[in-house]
Protein backbone atom coordinates (compact mmCIF):
# COMPACT_ATOMS: atom_id res chain seq x y z
CA UNK A 1 0.00 0.00 0.00
CA UNK A 2 2.71 2.35 0.71
CA UNK A 3 4.23 2.57 -2.52
CA UNK A 4 1.21 2.50 -4.26
CA UNK A 5 0.59 6.08 -1.72
CA UNK A 6 4.01 7.04 -3.09
CA UNK A 7 3.53 6.59 -6.55
CA UNK A 8 0.61 8.58 -6.14
CA UNK A 9 2.51 11.43 -4.86
CA UNK A 10 4.62 11.59 -7.15
CA UNK A 11 2.47 11.67 -10.04
CA UNK A 12 0.79 14.45 -8.32
CA UNK A 13 3.64 16.18 -7.43
CA UNK A 14 5.18 16.00 -11.03
CA UNK A 15 1.56 17.15 -12.21
CA UNK A 16 1.96 20.38 -9.86
CA UNK A 17 5.54 20.61 -11.10
CA UNK A 18 3.85 21.06 -14.66
CA UNK A 19 1.17 23.19 -13.88
CA UNK A 20 4.04 25.65 -11.84
CA UNK A 21 5.62 25.67 -15.71
CA UNK A 22 2.56 27.16 -17.09
CA UNK A 23 1.87 28.95 -14.05
CA UNK A 24 2.05 32.98 -13.88
CA UNK A 25 4.69 35.12 -16.33
CA UNK A 26 7.21 37.38 -14.58
CA UNK A 27 5.08 40.28 -15.99
CA UNK A 28 2.26 39.28 -14.69
CA UNK A 29 3.60 38.53 -11.28
CA UNK A 30 5.08 41.72 -10.86
CA UNK A 31 1.98 43.46 -12.20
CA UNK A 32 0.14 41.31 -9.26
CA UNK A 33 2.82 42.46 -6.80
CA UNK A 34 2.08 46.29 -8.38
CA UNK A 35 -1.56 45.56 -7.63
CA UNK A 36 -1.42 44.49 -4.02
CA UNK A 37 1.07 47.66 -3.22
CA UNK A 38 -1.26 50.09 -4.87
CA UNK A 39 -4.25 48.84 -5.19
CA UNK A 40 -4.21 49.32 -9.28
CA UNK A 41 -3.34 46.42 -11.46
CA UNK A 42 -1.41 47.73 -14.41
CA UNK A 43 -2.93 47.22 -17.75
CA UNK A 44 -2.62 48.68 -21.26
CA UNK A 45 -5.45 51.15 -22.91
CA UNK A 46 -7.82 49.97 -25.52
CA UNK A 47 -7.43 51.90 -28.78
CA UNK A 48 -8.82 54.65 -29.41
CA UNK A 49 -10.15 56.56 -32.72
CA UNK A 50 -12.02 59.30 -33.60
CA UNK A 51 -13.60 60.79 -36.26
CA UNK A 52 -10.70 62.86 -38.86
CA UNK A 53 -8.02 64.37 -37.73
CA UNK A 54 -5.28 66.77 -39.31
CA UNK A 55 -2.16 66.65 -40.29
CA UNK A 56 0.07 68.41 -38.35
CA UNK A 57 -0.34 68.85 -34.32
CA UNK A 58 -1.25 72.42 -34.35
CA UNK A 59 -4.12 71.79 -37.12
CA UNK A 60 -5.72 69.49 -34.75
CA UNK A 61 -5.35 71.96 -31.74
CA UNK A 62 -6.60 74.81 -34.06
CA UNK A 63 -9.91 72.90 -35.02
CA UNK A 64 -10.43 71.55 -31.52
CA UNK A 65 -9.92 74.93 -29.64
CA UNK A 66 -12.46 77.19 -32.04
CA UNK A 67 -15.28 74.65 -31.65
CA UNK A 68 -14.33 74.45 -28.23
CA UNK A 69 -14.66 78.60 -27.82
CA UNK A 70 -17.26 79.16 -30.37
CA UNK A 71 -20.71 77.94 -29.48
CA UNK A 72 -24.14 79.81 -28.44
CA UNK A 73 -26.77 78.04 -25.82
CA UNK A 74 -28.93 76.78 -28.75
CA UNK A 75 -26.21 74.03 -29.99
CA UNK A 76 -23.57 73.91 -27.00
CA UNK A 77 -24.42 70.73 -26.31
CA UNK A 78 -24.65 69.21 -29.98
CA UNK A 79 -20.85 71.10 -30.54
CA UNK A 80 -19.28 69.81 -27.33
CA UNK A 81 -20.61 65.91 -28.65
CA UNK A 82 -19.32 66.57 -31.82
CA UNK A 83 -15.64 66.96 -30.42
CA UNK A 84 -16.22 64.32 -28.72
CA UNK A 85 -16.33 62.29 -31.76
CA UNK A 86 -13.13 64.45 -33.21
CA UNK A 87 -10.76 63.86 -30.04
CA UNK A 88 -9.64 60.71 -27.84
CA UNK A 89 -8.25 60.27 -24.36
CA UNK A 90 -9.16 63.00 -21.56
CA UNK A 91 -10.66 65.30 -24.00
CA UNK A 92 -13.03 63.57 -25.14
CA UNK A 93 -13.99 62.55 -21.24
CA UNK A 94 -14.32 66.43 -20.53
CA UNK A 95 -16.40 67.03 -23.83
CA UNK A 96 -18.37 64.46 -23.17
CA UNK A 97 -19.07 65.93 -19.41
CA UNK A 98 -19.68 69.40 -21.03
CA UNK A 99 -22.18 68.16 -23.39
CA UNK A 100 -23.86 66.62 -20.43
CA UNK A 101 -23.34 69.35 -18.17
CA UNK A 102 -25.24 71.77 -20.81
CA UNK A 103 -27.87 69.60 -22.10
CA UNK A 104 -29.56 70.23 -18.83
CA UNK A 105 -28.61 73.98 -18.25
CA UNK A 106 -31.94 75.74 -18.27
CA UNK A 107 -30.24 79.15 -17.41
CA UNK A 108 -27.56 78.92 -19.93
CA UNK A 109 -30.68 78.66 -22.83
CA UNK A 110 -32.98 81.07 -20.97
CA UNK A 111 -30.06 83.92 -21.11
CA UNK A 112 -29.00 83.08 -24.37
CA UNK A 113 -25.78 82.77 -23.22
CA UNK A 114 -23.11 82.70 -26.45
CA UNK A 115 -19.10 82.57 -26.48
CA UNK A 116 -17.15 83.72 -29.14
CA UNK A 117 -13.09 83.91 -30.02
CA UNK A 118 -10.34 82.91 -31.45
CA UNK A 119 -7.41 81.13 -31.25
CA UNK A 120 -4.38 83.75 -30.71
CA UNK A 121 -1.45 81.28 -29.83
CA UNK A 122 -0.14 77.64 -30.10
CA UNK A 123 3.34 76.65 -28.80
CA UNK A 124 4.99 74.07 -27.88
CA UNK A 125 5.45 73.47 -24.03
CA UNK A 126 9.37 73.13 -23.58
CA UNK A 127 10.31 69.86 -22.44
CA UNK A 128 7.02 68.31 -22.83
CA UNK A 129 6.75 65.99 -25.95
CA UNK A 130 2.91 66.86 -27.47
CA UNK A 131 1.97 69.24 -25.85
CA UNK A 132 0.86 72.96 -26.30
CA UNK A 133 -0.13 75.82 -24.68
CA UNK A 134 -2.78 77.72 -26.80
CA UNK A 135 -4.54 81.27 -25.98
CA UNK A 136 -7.25 82.48 -26.52
CA UNK A 137 -9.26 85.80 -26.64
CA UNK A 138 -13.05 85.08 -26.35
CA UNK A 139 -16.26 87.05 -25.53
CA UNK A 140 -19.22 85.80 -23.43
CA UNK A 141 -22.66 87.44 -24.54
CA UNK A 142 -26.41 86.85 -24.15
CA UNK A 143 -29.84 88.22 -25.49
CA UNK A 144 -32.52 87.78 -22.90
CA UNK A 145 -30.16 88.80 -19.80
CA UNK A 146 -27.81 91.58 -18.71
CA UNK A 147 -25.55 89.02 -16.76
CA UNK A 148 -22.86 89.61 -19.13
CA UNK A 149 -23.66 93.14 -20.42
CA UNK A 150 -20.18 95.55 -20.38
CA UNK A 151 -17.88 92.25 -20.25
CA UNK A 152 -14.99 92.39 -22.02
CA UNK A 153 -13.04 90.06 -24.14
CA UNK A 154 -10.81 88.10 -21.89
CA UNK A 155 -7.48 86.15 -22.58
CA UNK A 156 -7.53 82.44 -21.60
CA UNK A 157 -4.97 80.15 -21.71
CA UNK A 158 -5.44 76.23 -21.84
CA UNK A 159 -3.15 73.31 -22.02
CA UNK A 160 -3.62 70.56 -25.26
CA UNK A 161 -2.23 67.54 -25.51
CA UNK A 162 -2.28 65.90 -29.12
CA UNK A 163 -1.98 62.01 -30.06
CA UNK A 164 -1.18 60.50 -33.57
CA UNK A 165 -3.39 57.76 -34.51
CA UNK A 166 -2.76 55.02 -36.74
CA UNK A 167 -4.11 56.44 -40.02
CA UNK A 168 -1.22 59.27 -39.11
CA UNK A 169 -3.59 61.79 -38.34
CA UNK A 170 -3.41 63.90 -35.27
CA UNK A 171 -6.18 64.81 -32.83
CA UNK A 172 -6.69 66.42 -29.13
CA UNK A 173 -5.94 64.05 -26.39
CA UNK A 174 -5.95 65.90 -23.87
CA UNK A 175 -7.67 69.80 -23.16
CA UNK A 176 -7.40 71.65 -19.68
CA UNK A 177 -8.35 75.17 -19.54
CA UNK A 178 -6.28 77.00 -17.00
CA UNK A 179 -8.00 80.34 -16.66
Not at 146 to 158: D, F, I, M, S, V
Request: aromatic share 6%.
Amino acid sequence: MKPRLLALACVCLGGCGALESGGPSSTQTANLARAQATHEYPSTAPAQSAVGGAAAPDSAIYTFAMAYINWDADTVTADMRALAAHSIGQARAAVQLAAAQTAGDYELRRGGVRNSGRVEAIAPLIGHRNEYAVVTRERTSATDTTAYQGLRPAWHLALATVARLSSGQWVVSGWQPES
